[in-house]
């Protein structure tokens, strides 16, 4: 069963104070690997989609890296509207069963930038 | 640019009662992935459509079903509502891999 952990479940940085955010992942075959923000409320929100061990993307203050076990999503200099909860889905191959067509969640990454 | 339309944005049910949430795609997308998730919770992927056919289904209770239309909207219908069912509901529209994510539908059941 494809399984994905986040870690911190909880982050609190001052303003500029840069770090990372952790997902680890278990699963046969990785399709894709998804980074979301989601405010509360509110629909989880595209930020990277990352494929292939190695890969790197990079919006703005957040660089996402992928390696075979893991992804990270770095934050650099944030900002009070960093703040949010930042999620990591898997995308296990087609046809592979199980849901794998659907994206499957850790439990997110809370993050609060205080000024 | 066009994003993942969700009607209603709030919904209140008693129990047993039925409910029917309508997700309109970004235009040219092909696959609608519907999730829900409750207070605290990670989204739970429930089913995905391609093309219009039901390509997978996820932990979707018995109780609840969905289909795509000839043009393109989803709808995810619900019965014998239980109060668990409350929850934030979304509809997600991708291509090519990339999903993304409408507002969503938050369902209250009393």
């Known amino acids: 069963e494809d399984q994905v952990t986040q870690s911190p479940e909880a982050l609190r940085l001052q303003e500029g104070e840069s770090s990372s955010l952790n997902c680890s992942y278990t699963?046969?075959?990785?399709?894709?690997l998804f980074w979301y923000r989601q405010d509360p409320g509110k629909g989880p929100e595209f930020l990277f989609t990352?494929?292939?061990a190695g890969e790197e993307k990079e919006k703005e203050r957040l660089k996402a890296t992928l390696t075979k076990k893991e992804s990270f999503l770095h934050i650099t200099a944030p900002k009070p509207e960093d703040s949010a909860t930042y999620l990591c889905?898997?995308?296990?191959?087609?046809?592979?069963?199980?849901?794998?067509?659907?994206?499957?969640f850790g439990k997110g990454t809370h993050l609060i930038i205080q000024p | 640019a066009a994003g993942v339309i969700q009607s209603p944005r709030h919904l209140i049910k008693e129990k047993r009662e039925t409910a029917t949430l309508k997700c309109y795609p970004i235009?040219?997308?092909?696959?609608v992935y519907w999730y829900q998730q409750g207070p605290g919770q990670d989204p739970q992927f429930l089913i995905s459509f391609y093309e219009k056919m039901q390509s997978d289904k996820g932990s979707i209770p018995d109780r609840f079903s969905a289909q795509q239309f000839s043009d393109y909207h989803s709808e995810l219908n619900m019965s014998s509502l239980e109060l668990g069912d409350s929850a934030l509901y979304f509809c997600?529209?991708?291509?090519?891999?990339?999903?993304?994510f409408g507002e969503g539908s938050r369902l209250t059941v009393l």
């Open positions: 997600a529209s991708g291509h090519t891999g990339e999903l993304f």
């Open positions: 990352l494929y292939s």
């Open positions: 235009p040219r997308h092909d696959t």
């Open positions: 889905a898997v995308q296990a191959p087609m046809y592979s069963g199980g849901g794998a067509d659907g994206l499957t």
């Open positions: 699963v046969s075959g990785l399709r894709g």
